[in-house]
C-alpha cells in the first residue's frame, strides 16, 4: 500500500533559522513525490517536485530512495513561509494522476 | 481564467440526505479528480474522471459517485450522508488524464466545498 508519512504537526522555527520539513513515503515501484503548500485564505498549489530538481522560493527537497525520504529544507527561514506543507506522491509515468498526501506539516515562522 | 471553480461554498446538510458538488475546471483541462479532506488530515483521493471516463477511483463506499460532462465539469454525488462526511471536498483539472513519458501531469486545485453533516 502506497502511503506518505509527516511525523511533526507543527513545527515552529524562527526567522533566519534552517527550516526542515519531514517526508517518509512507502510505494512499491518509483513514485514521483511532490511538496504541496498552502498559504493562507488559498489554495493548495504545487511548490516543487523531486524530478525536476528546482528550488522554488528558496527551498529544496532531495529524494533518498534508500530512507525512502523526501525532506524539503530551505537554509534561511522568512515570515511568508509560514504555511501548511503537505508531501504527496503519485505513481510513474503512464498511469493516472492520483496523489497521495501526507497529514501535512504546518510550518510557523516567528520573529 | 479564474481558476478551477467549485460550488457550493458552504453546505449543511442532516444525516441521510443527499448532496451534490460542482466543479469547473480550468479552460482546456479535459481530467477532474476529487478530493475529501478531513480536519486534520491530507487530501484523499476519491475519484478521477477524463473525458468523461471513470480513470482512477479511491477506497470510498458506492455512496460516493461523480460524473464528467462534455464541458469537463464534473459533479460529487453522494448518498446517504453520514457524520464523517463532513470534510473539505476539492477538485483538482488537469490538462490530460495520464502523465506521458517525461511529463508531469500538474494538478490544480479548486478553493473547495465545505460540507457539514448534523
Known amino acids: 500500500a502506497q502511503r506518505v508519512t509527516q511525523p511533526e504537526k507543527l513545527l515552529s522555527v524562527f526567522k533566519g533559522a534552517p527550516v526542515e520539513l519531514k517526508c517518509n513515503y512507502s510505494y512499491s515501484g518509483s513514485p514521483e513525490l511532490f511538496w504541496y503548500v498552502q498559504y493562507s485564505r488559498q489554495r493548495l498549489q504545487l511548490l516543487l517536485r523531486?524530478?525536476s530538481r528546482e528550488s522554488i522560493k528558496g527551498f529544496t527537497a532531495d529524494l533518498n530512495k534508500g530512507e525512502t525520504s523526501f525532506h524539503l529544507k530551505k537554509p534561511f527561514a522568512q515570515e511568508e513561509d509560514s504555511a501548511m506543507y503537505y508531501c504527496?506522491?503519485?505513481?510513474?509515468?503512464?498511469?493516472?494522476?492520483?496523489?497521495?498526501f501526507g497529514t501535512g506539516t504546518r510550518l510557523q515562522v516567528t520573529l | 481564467d479564474a481558476g478551477v471553480t467549485q460550488s457550493p461554498t458552504h453546505l449543511i446538510k442532516t444525516r441521510g440526505q443527499h448532496v451534490t458538488l460542482r466543479c469547473s475546471p480550468i479552460s482546456g483541462h479535459k481530467s477532474v479528480s476529487w478530493y475529501q479532506q478531513v480536519l486534520g488530515q491530507g487530501p484523499q483521493f476519491i475519484f478521477q474522471y477524463y473525458e468523461k471516463e471513470e480513470r482512477g477511483r479511491g477506497n470510498f463506499p458506492d455512496r460516493f459517485s461523480a460524473r464528467q460532462f462534455p464541458n469537463y465539469s464534473s459533479e460529487l454525488n453522494v448518498n446517504a450522508l453520514l457524520l464523517g462526511d463532513s470534510a473539505l471536498y476539492l477538485c483538482?483539472?488537469?490538462?490530460?488524464?495520464?502523465?506521458?513519458?517525461?511529463?508531469?501531469?500538474?494538478?490544480?486545485f479548486g478553493p473547495g466545498t465545505r460540507l457539514t453533516v448534523l
Open positions: 504527496a506522491l503519485s505513481p510513474p509515468t503512464g498511469t493516472a494522476s492520483k496523489l497521495t
Open positions: 483538482a483539472s488537469s490538462p490530460r488524464g495520464v502523465r506521458a513519458s517525461g511529463t508531469y501531469n500538474e494538478q490544480f
Open positions: 523531486h524530478i
